[in-house]
């Protein structure tokens, strides 16, 4: 992973995925999800884009918050929608 992120300063989430097993807007709409990531600036989870709604993508196009992390177990990166910049935190404190 190279380059570096010019959005850090908008990490407000960095929580794992403790305690997450859903994505909410795929419960509302009866569907399923891949894998689950966490808007890094108002905490939202969102689906990946492997799964058929692509949430937490929809909420980047609507809110411009511009990072997810992963909130899969084991999982520690990061992704700048805008850089196009997967990434890992050096500092993994919450």
Known sequence: MTGTCTHLGTVHHREDG???DACPACI???SHWSHLRRCTECGQIGCCDNSP???ATAHY???KHP?????EPGEEWYWCYVDELAFELADRAH
């Not at 990072?67 to 909130?71: D, L, P, Q, T």
């Open 53 to 55: 709604n692509r949430h």
């Open 61 to 63: 196009r609507a809110t």
């Open 67 to 71: 990072i997810i992390r992963s909130v």
């Open 28 to 30: 509302a709409m009866g």
């Open 18 to 20: 403790t305690g997450v």
